[in-house]
């Protein structure tokens, strides 16, 4: 005789296995994914997947085609297809929304930067590219390239009164008044080595890093740490 509780779990685990067999059987909070094979030849059927965090809000912003303005005329755009777009909305609804750039920002999909396979993204003002490099890599590593592009939208709006103590914070050299105007490199402990072409590219690295490798971030740059944790506090962390 089957126990009731085992009887509960096999009525569970049914309820929990609905699957729907057309996007009008979807229920509320998901969304209908057409069939696909993955990068590892694992084949997906069609069906009802969860909505990510923020997905209404950033599905019509994955666009086709290439970004206006956009000054590498060497690079090419490619369709997305459904992988593509999956693990973009996954990854961007890990990443705590305080650092989403706003409306007008569009993220677009190219083939190979001009800077070689070793740039998996790209921004300017409007856009964000994601290259083929990128989609080679794990999920967390996809997140990580996106919050590193976040962090290059935020910082061109952080008020100077905020980059005043991340430079002191950072050891960057201020002249004068002008927060803006950099005296001279800090030269070291920097998380990752690129972060000395500039307190930008320092600030996105170190977003990046809080969010990704919080203990190795404040093993080698405490204060900056410390500065990231007080401006955007307890809960600025992966979902």
Known sequence: MI?????????????????????????????????????????????????????????????????????????????????????????IGHIPEAIWPGHEIGIYRMDRSKDGPGNTASSNVNAITLYDSAFRANDTQLTRFIAHEFAHRFWLKLDDKLKRPYYVAGGWGVDGDNAENIKFSRGKNFIYADGDLGPEEDFANNIEAFLIEPKELERVSPAIHYWIHEVFGDNFRLR
């Open 3 to 91: 126990s009731p509780w085992l009887l509960a779990l096999i009525a569970t685990q049914t309820a929990s296995a609905y699957v729907a067999s057309s996007p009008a059987q979807c229920r509320p909070g998901t969304h209908w994914t057409t069939s696909y094979v993955d990068r590892r030849g694992v084949p997906y059927r069609s069906s009802c997947r969860s909505n990510p965090s923020g997905y209404h809000l950033w599905l019509p912003r994955i666009t086709n085609g290439s970004p206006a303005h956009w000054p590498n005329d060497t690079e090419h755009s490619k369709r997305w297809n459904t992988e593509e777009k999956e693990r973009v909305l996954d990854a």
